[in-house]
């Protein structure tokens, strides 16, 4: 099948002006349903009597499950048929909604909370339904719109409290089942199931994909995206209750700040993967580094106050970012985070051209791999040194090291669509 020619097959098929919308809607619920703990979970946390161990364990479970999955949905996505994958995905959401409205132990609400990693099999499966049906010389722009759904953590953010305000917490799965039910559908009805062989065409096996992980090409690109997506992961989880600590806020509110981050990073992946397509994926990626690494210097400074030595005395200096200077930080961090992503999303679909759905399940093991580690560290960090900026400490550090690693690709690794990057 000739990649330049998949708007429009010559059977018939969909088009990518078909498949795009829905694929991209099917990633903002699935990713709706990922961070539902994180904002209506401190509302189960005060009924239910949470511990913090348990409520961290909620917020965790989806990322351990989509980890777990992500490879083997992309191999299943390469031999049934990304439609296929996709679809159960989407049921199998469903049916979390619908458990979650019966459901009144812990144990209840973890299984729920497992059941969410179905999100990471749909982002596996939905990018090679994308790739499948991109031409070559836009694939990049187009797996930046496909990974633009990632905005769905935010979506949960702004519609969370609203429902919670006009209804009650029962009614929030019950109206992502509806939604999950209904675009199910719309994906049987207006999308062609296409057969297996013309979705998949690599000849290598599972086991010679796998090996090909751990070359020269591919590892660094796994490395930089796992720390900038799983960062983008961590961040959209555990920021909403940063702000509201910081600067004493309601959780809506804090989760409005929130929003500067996370539809941002979302977003600018269709820049990234349109800079890619024209100037190379190693040139974008540095240069997202280098402005996520700007703003996390500022991010990493805690409210302070400094006692310095003048001519006349001690002069008292107090710093303390303004929650306006916040929210443009963090603005400008998540679209240096969502560049970065989008240029390595192309980068690591054209090193696998045959089997895009197996380099998503990569990329998203990888992701998330790391964002369920973080999580874990911005609560130790916190914990050991007393001050609410560790995180931003941590993700500076770790950014860093991925900017060292960015520097040691190869110019000329063969994966981007438009210039190469040397």
């Known amino acids: 099948m000739d990649p330049d020619n998949n ?7 969909v088009s990518l002006v078909v498949v795009l919308p829905l694929a991209v809607t099917g990633l ?10 994180a904002v209506g979970g401190p509302v189960l946390q005060q009924s239910l009597s949470f511990n913090n161990l348990q409520f961290g364990l909620l917020l965790a479970m989806p990322m351990a499950v989509a980890a ?4 083997p949905a992309g191999l299943a996505a390469s031999q049934f048929g990304a ?7 989407l049921i199998g959401l469903a049916l979390c909604m619908l458990l979650l ?5 812990f ?11 179905l999100s990471g099999g749909f982002y596996s499966a939905g990018l090679q339904f994308v790739a499948g049906h991109a031409p070559r010389r836009h694939m990049g722009i187009s797996l930046g719109i496909f990974g633009a759904g990632l905005a769905g953590a935010g979506f949960s953010y702004y519609l969370l409290p609203l429902l919670l305000h006009a209804y009650s917490w029962q009614q929030v799965p019950l109206a992502y089942l509806v939604v999950l039910v209904v675009l199910a559908l719309l994906l049987v ?3 062609e199931d296409v057969p297996a062989g013309r979705e998949s065409f690599t000849s290598l096996s599972p086991g010679q994909l796998v090996s090909h992980l751990a070359c020269r090409d591919t590892l660094p690109v796994l490395i930089c995206f796992g720390l900038l997506a799983g960062g983008f992961f961590a961040l959209a989880l555990w920021l909403p209750g940063h702000i509201t600590s910081q600067f004493v806020l309601t959780l809506e509110g804090g989760g409005k700040v929130a929003l500067w981050f996370v539809i941002p990073a979302a977003f600018a992946q269709i820049a990234g993967g349109g800079l890619t397509d024209c100037a190379g994926s190693q040139r974008v990626l540095i240069g997202s580094l280098l402005l996520g690494l700007l703003a996390l210097l500022v991010l990493s400074y805690p409210p302070m106050t400094l006692l310095v030595e003048g001519i006349h005395g001690l002069i008292r200096v107090d710093y303390r970012l303004p929650l306006p200077v916040e929210r443009w930080l963090i603005l400008l961090l998540g679209l240096a985070m969502g560049s970065g992503m989008g240029a390595l999303q192309a980068r690591m679909v054209l090193l696998y051209p045959g089997a895009p759905a197996f380099a998503a399940g990569a990329l998203l093991l990888s992701a998330c791999a790391c964002a369920f580690l973080l999580l ?9 040194v007393g001050v609410r900026s560790t995180a931003f400490m941590v993700l500076f550090g770790l950014l860093f090291v991925s900017s060292l690693v960015a520097l040691n690709v190869p110019r000329t690794a063969g994966a981007d669509s438009g210039a190469t990057d040397g």
Do not use: K, N, P
């Open 7 to 13: 708007l429009q097959d010559s059977d018939g098929s």
């Open 28 to 37: 903002v619920i699935a990713t709706g349903c990922w961070t539902l703990f």
């Open 68 to 71: 777990a999955l992500a490879l």
């Open 83 to 89: 439609r296929r994958v996709m679809v159960g995905c």
């Open 101 to 105: 409205l019966l459901v009144e132990s």
């Open 107 to 117: 144990a209840g609400y973890l299984l729920v909370a497992a059941g969410m990693g």
């Open 189 to 191: 009805l207006l999308t």
């Open 376 to 384: 874990v560290l911005f609560g130790a960090a916190m914990q050991w």
